[in-house]
């Protein structure tokens, strides 16, 4: 019997489409303003009236801003996950990540850890960007 | 000319709230119409306005209400703002009773989420990037905030927990709460799991059937109808398309709400300040929103709501009684109705063992948002008084 799968990401604008053909290339994009250097993810424009932001890739780096434990599923392909972690990641850079912890148990997770990027394959082929503690040993 | 004082609910109708099964949405929803007519003591002829918010099962059938209640309708909306919808209809009904559109407009709320076994949002970020992280359900949102909240405070479990303990007590006092029977305690609070950590099922709104119409009119028409007028002295309300929880520009953060503009409205065209609000209305699908609703509105600091509810200032003997009637987490829940519908209440001094004595004016706050990236946040807030 098959079972579910996960929701793939949404490539509905050209800014996902490059954000996540990067992370198939294990490099994290974001764009900057060329006037200003506010940069963003996804897109937030500035106050500058520069029409087109550069894509630079983000350092990987980055510390947890805020984080949830799953403890029940609401969506059948992750029942056999609970509890799992969803977190969101504040880039050295700036912008706010929505990603999950790995490499830790989720009893050790703080906001404020220091974290870098770890691109996790899925069973399905799918690509995340994934964070696991900073200065830890890991495969990315 | 300001409308501060010149348009008032004139009639308030609810259904019954649970789960009521062999109902539809459609025959609460005419429940409601005829006990807001009743009350109204209104010809039902003069009742030509209707607006009504979807809901997320899809609410009443079109305009099949209309047709069972005989109400004439010069216009029939739709009106879909998330949970800022109920004084969103408030705002659309006096446009059109400004314009002379009609005499008297029902706003309505509907739903039969219960009996159709809804899970609430569930399914929202399916088929967005965030459900490939696993990120599902609004309630994940207000977990990210109370975990935050957390951090920056040291708040406890327990102290998170006074919010429903609160509103359950409140509910407890009123005979049409869903949870009137359900006493809760904070010990069978902490004793619950959690669901989305750091929230368990006691910090999430109930899923109810239910519906409730109010009758809005000018103030000179209410003044002839049977009811006591709750005048609308105010509103105001903002919107950002930043993105919920990422951008900085937006009004809904990790670290709580910004309405600083819908306030500015609200509290300007209604001539007053936060110390003239007697009874408040918070929006409150989870706990932790009515803990950032205390904060953004004013009614306390940055970093003091958890401590304020947990010393007991929001229940109805203390220094700012909020959400009386236990609303959407132990009175039922209808998104913004809930709050609406109590604050207009309170006004009448119909609010029975939670009514706040010589309550004049009342703060009804709404929210709305989407956990789909590409929508924004918006807020909400409508002055009233007796």
Redesign the interface.
């Known amino acids: 019997m098959e079972s579910p799968s996960k929701p793939q990401p949404l490539l509905a604008t050209e800014g996902d489409r490059v954000y996540w053909s990067g992370v198939r290339e294990h490099r994290l994009l974001v764009t900057r303003c060329r006037n200003c250097g506010h940069t963003s993810h996804p897109r937030v424009a500035c106050a500058c009236a520069v029409p087109a932001p550069e894509w630079v890739e983000a350092s990987g780096l980055g510390s947890v801003y805020t984080f949830i434990v799953y403890h029940r599923a609401y969506h059948p392909a992750f029942a056999a996950e609970t509890p799992y972690n969803v977190a969101w990641v504040q880039l050295e850079e700036g912008p706010l990540l929505m990603t999950n912890i790995i490499g830790c148990e989720l009893a050790d997770i703080r906001i404020g850890m220091p974290v870098r990027v770890v691109y996790d394959e899925e069973a399905n082929g799918m690509i995340l960007p994934r964070f696991a503690p900073a200065g830890s040993q890991s495969s990315g | 000319m300001s409308i501060r004082d010149r348009y008032a609910f004139a009639g308030v109708g609810l259904s019954r709230l649970g789960r009521i099964e062999g109902r539809s949405a459609t025959e609460l929803a005419v429940d409601a119409i005829e006990a807001a007519v009743a009350d109204a003591g209104i010809d039902r002829r003069d009742l030509d306005g209707y607006i009504y918010q979807p809901s997320f099962d899809g609410g009443p059938e079109g305009t099949a209400p209309l047709i069972a209640t005989g109400l004439p309708a010069n216009f029939v909306w739709q009106l879909q703002a998330g949970s800022t919808t109920g004084i969103s209809s408030v705002i659309a009904a006096v446009g059109a009773l400004e314009a002379g559109l009609c005499k008297a407009c029902v706003v309505l709320y509907a739903t039969s989420a219960a009996s159709h076994r809804l899970?609430i949002g569930?399914?929202m970020?399916?088929?967005?990037?965030?459900?490939?992280?696993?990120?599902?359900?609004p309630v994940?949102i207000a977990?990210?905030?109370a975990?935050?909240y957390r951090?920056n405070y040291g708040m406890t479990d327990r102290q998170l927990g006074q919010v429903a303990v609160t509103l359950r007590s409140n509910a407890n006092r009123r005979p049409e709460a869903v949870m009137h029977e359900r006493p809760l305690s904070i010990e069978e609070y902490l004793a619950a799991?959690?669901?989305?950590?750091?929230l368990r099922k006691y910090d999430c709104c109930l899923v109810n059937d239910g519906a409730v119409a109010l009758i809005v009119t000018s103030a000179a028409r209410a003044r002839d109808l049977r009811q006591l007028p709750v005048y609308i002295m105010g509103y105001g309300l903002d919107h950002s398309q930043?993105?919920i929880?990422?951008?900085p520009?937006g009004l809904w953060h990790?670290d709580g709400f910004d309405v600083t503009r819908a306030k500015a409205a609200a509290f300007g065209t209604a001539g007053i300040d936060i110390a003239d609000v007697d009874v408040a209305m918070m929006y409150d699908a989870f706990s932790m929103f009515l803990l950032a609703g205390l904060e953004a509105w004013g009614f306390c600091g940055r970093g003091e709501a958890a401590a304020f509810v947990a010393d007991g200032h929001i229940a109805p003997g203390g220094s700012l009684p909020c959400n009386t009637s236990g609303t959407a987490l132990s009175w039922g829940y209808m998104q913004g109705f809930t709050q609406l519908t109590e604050g207009v209440r309170q006004m009448r001094g119909e609010g029975g063992a939670t009514q706040v004595r010589d309550a004049e004016i009342c703060l009804v706050t709404g929210l709305g948002g989407s956990l789909e990236?590409?929508i924004g946040s918006s807020m909400a807030g409508c002055v009233l008084r007796r």
């Open positions: 899970t569930a399914g970020s399916a088929a967005s990037s965030w459900g490939a992280h696993g990120f599902f359900a994940s977990a990210g905030m975990q935050r951090h799991p959690y669901l989305v950590e750091p930043a993105r929880v990422s951008d520009n990790w990236p590409a």
